[in-house]
């Protein structure tokens, strides 16, 4: 009976799970994409002296 490589299979089931996850990354990252603007923007504002003024979106927050 031939043997049969199966170096090919575990290759494409990688890269369909590393594909999933990479989907699930920008998925996450486009829902709390704001979120993560904002508090980013009040370290900053933080940091040089400013108040930090929310946005009426997540993500439209500035310093002032």
Same mark, same amino acid.
């Given at each position: ?17 590393? =594909? ?5 990354? *920008? $998925?996450?990252? &486009?829902?709390?994409? +704001? ?10 504002? =933080? ?5 930090? *003024? $929310?946005?009426? &979106?997540?993500?439209? +927050?500035?310093?002032?």
């Amino acid at each position: 009976m031939m043997k049969l490589n199966r170096h090919g299979q575990a290759l494409v089931e990688y890269l369909l799970i590393i =594909s999933i996850i990479s989907v699930v990354i *920008v $998925a996450l990252l &486009k829902i709390f994409g +704001g979120y993560l603007t904002d508090s980013m923007t009040k370290s900053s504002c =933080s940091l040089v002296g400013q108040t930090y *003024v $929310a946005g009426d &979106k997540p993500g439209k +927050g500035k310093c002032e």
